[in-house]
């Protein structure tokens, strides 16, 4: 008696995007490549990390010292 109307999909075929796949095939074909080389931001984390593990072997040094005396 009363049609309802149809849905409508949408079809959006996916992609998949390999850099490195992309990287060999130019160095095949003779094109240049760009290199991309990243910073190492957390070096303040690793600082860090050290000075807490520098703080932690002098403080328990300093205790196994001070009981072993």
């Known amino acids: 008696m009363f049609k309802s109307p149809s849905i409508r999909r949408f079809q959006f075929p996916t992609r998949y995007y390999n ?3 992309e ?5 095949k074909e003779g094109k240049s490549v760009e290199i ?28 196994s010292y001070i009981i072993l005396k």
């Open 36 to 63: 991309k080389f990243t910073s190492s931001n957390n070096l303040g984390i690793n600082k860090g990390r050290n000075l807490r593990l520098i703080s932690l072997i002098i403080t328990l040094v300093i205790v």
């Open 23 to 27: 990287r060999l095939n130019k160095l």
């Open 19 to 21: 850099e490195r796949k």
